[in-house]
């Protein structure tokens, strides 16, 4: 989908491919607890698809969720389309097996969210019927969808707005162009869309967007923010182009509520934060930069009183992160040794860097979201294309989610994009007949119906493995290991 993934597409580019072989195939497996799951699809609008967006919160601790899901409008825009299939693609509320429709801005408009708070309120973006004279490209804001209304951010005075995140309190992070001539655009890391304008985070709070200004250079963006109302985001600090990575430096910050905090590298030109959840609540920022010299990438994390740490690798060159939890607990993927494949990682500071192995004989693995109780999914992969979502937890091993898909279904589960503080999965679906569905995994009680037992052989390996060969249309690597299409 042409923007479901708008943050970080063109520069983490840069960043080399994450690579490792598997790390716990050899190690003795420990026992864990059956588990048992709904496996509920979300279904779509008419049209063949429907998408959860690995960015921020798609299912609340309520267990509500929201996604994209195509209609049969073809798309007024082709073939610049949210959609693969070019269909017009509306922003969608779940909840308790109901399936609503949150629309659009006026017009035959397409729209994606990022983020659902536990209100139910969704942020995300919808076209607005504008086509971009300059470029050719349809317009489109950072809306909200709160109370059955739909409310359009506006700019700051440009073609475009995005609001990347919203918390509890209502807050959103986000960015918005100008109308001031800039060649040096953060748009190319932070979407890719060509408006050459000035772009700056935002905080909306009701009323307009309030710009946080940058860390000395002309851009910035923000995409994420806390139950604390701290902002994580990216900046330009100068205007000199960088002949490693062709941008001006660029570094991660931390908005404090009053102050936009230079985060750092750790040496290089060019440092991000983490891809789906870079900030804890307590201030705690996680994410990946360049070494010196601009070939290698490593995560870090950071904190205000002590600055950048650099978590390494596990034995390669490059690594990535993607989510922090409140205690701490950073999830994402590394290189072993030789650099040509990559496993999914969980880094605690008083264990380091841990190996969470991969599954079903694929040679890579990614880690995409941790909860509050340390449980973890994401996906297994050939190493560029995700195979097997697993959920891994209390040292492993890791669980194929498969195991809960309805025997005979056809139906493989891809890649789990995030999991909820009671344990609700997130998870990408593809179907016998190839086409893309957003889907939930439900902790079940008691035996409900419609749940399927984790029944896992003594060896490790699935009683029910699901079908393989469908590959997922989004491909791996992602975010600082060159971002999915």
């Known amino acids: 989908m042409r923007s479901q993934y708008l943050i970080y597409t063109t520069a983490l580019a840069l960043f080399a491919a994450l690579a490792l072989p598997i790390g716990l195939g050899a190690q003795n497996k420990p026992e864990h607890k059956n588990h048992s799951y709904q496996f509920v699809d979300l279904g779509t609008f008419g049209g063949p698809g429907s998408y959860v967006t690995p960015t921020s919160v798609p299912i609340n601790n309520a267990g509500v969720a929201t996604g994209t899901a195509d209609t049969t409008i073809p798309d007024p825009y082709a073939p610049f389309c949210f959609s693969p299939e070019c269909l017009v693609t509306h922003t969608f509320h779940w909840q308790d097996g109901t399936l609503t429709d949150l629309g659009a801005l006026p017009g035959t408009n397409g729209s994606i969210p990022n983020a659902i708070n536990s209100s139910g309120t969704v942020a995300g973006i919808s076209e607005n019927g504008v086509i971009d004279l300059a470029t050719g490209f349809a317009e489109y804001d950072g809306v909200v969808w709160q109370g059955g209304q739909i409310i359009d951010l506006g700019t700051f005075g440009g073609a475009f707005s995005y609001a990347g995140d919203i918390n509890d309190a209502g807050q959103v992070a986000g960015f918005a162009l100008t109308t001031t001539p800039d060649s040096f655009f953060l748009g190319n890391l932070c979407f890719n869309n060509p408006f050459a304008t000035q772009m700056l985070a935002f905080i909306w709070q009701g009323g307009t967007p309030q710009s946080l200004g940058t860390l000395g250079g002309p851009d910035s963006c923000a ?120 496993d999914a990682f969980l880094w605690t500071k008083q264990a380091g860097m841990k190996d969470l192995g991969t599954q079903d004989g694929d040679p890579c693995s990614h880690a995409l979201s941790i909860n509050s109780s340390g449980q973890i999914v994401g996906g297994s992969s050939d190493c560029n294309n995700f195979l097997h979502a697993f959920l891994w937890e209390k040292g492993g091993p890791m669980i194929d989610l498969n195991n809960f898909v309805p025997p005979g279904s056809g139906v493989t589960l891809t890649e789990a994009t995030f999991i909820n503080d009671r344990g609700e999965i997130s998870v990408q679906a593809v179907l016998s007949n190839g086409d893309n569905h957003a889907a939930l995994l439900i902790p079940c009680n008691g035996h409900d119906d419609g749940c399927q037992d984790d029944n896992v052989r003594a060896d490790g390996t699935p009683a029910h493995p699901a079908a393989r060969g469908q590959l997922d249309r989004y491909k791996l690597p992602r975010r600082a290991i060159g971002h999915r299409n």
């Open 223 to 342: 995409y994420f923010i806390n139950q604390r109302g701290q902002i994580a985001g990216m900046s330009f600090t100068n205007s000199i182009i960088n002949p490693s990575t062709g941008f001006p430096t660029t570094h991660p910050f931390v908005w404090d509520g009053k102050h936009m905090l230079d985060v750092g590298s750790l040496g290089g030109t060019l440092a991000l934060g983490a891809g789906i959840v870079p900030l804890n609540d307590n201030g705690v920022m996680t994410g990946y930069s360049n070494l010196a010299g601009d070939a290698i990438v490593h995560p870090f994390v950071w904190t205000n009183s002590k600055g950048m740490r650099d978590l390494g690798t596990l034995g390669g060159d490059n690594g990535s992160s993607e989510s922090i939890n409140n205690a701490g607990m950073i999830v994402g993927a590394a290189d072993l040794p030789g650099s040509q494949t990559h």
